[in-house]
Nanobody
């Protein structure tokens, strides 16, 4: 079964850190462009960070310098290290593999909730 499964979300205080992980089965991450997206209540899903097959990285302006996307080819996982978290980072975070075989927007995980609050 082809699927992406996110983990690592939770409740954290402002200024804290979390590390999200996305595990893939049935798809090899190093052959696919991957990314993290998020959706806050009553807002559209937005790009957080992307990582191409060649290693090029793009971040949303709102997370530059605070978040880091990385890929572990041996474990077939993609991670998002989030530091200096702010209340406005609160959202459901989704992992994506941009593989057209799985639809116009690729393959998505089920999402993991991140809540930044004191």
């Amino acid at each position: 079964q082809v699927q992406l499964v996110e983990s690592g979300g939770g409740l954290v205080q402002p200024g804290g850190s979390l590390r999200l992980s996305c595990a893939a089965s049935g798809i090899i991450f190093r052959f696919a462009p991957v990314g993290w997206y998020r959706q806050a209540p009553e807002k559209q899903r937005e790009l957080v960070a992307t990582l191409t097959r060649g290693g090029s990285i793009n971040y949303a302006d709102s997370v530059k310098g605070r978040f880091t996307i990385s890929r572990d080819n041996a474990k077939n996982t993609v991670s998002l290290q989030m530091n200096s978290l702010k209340p406005e980072d609160t959202a459901v975070y989704y992992c994506n593999a941009d593989v057209p075989l799985y639809g116009p927007t690729g393959l998505w995980g089920q999402g993991t909730q991140v809540t930044v609050s004191s």
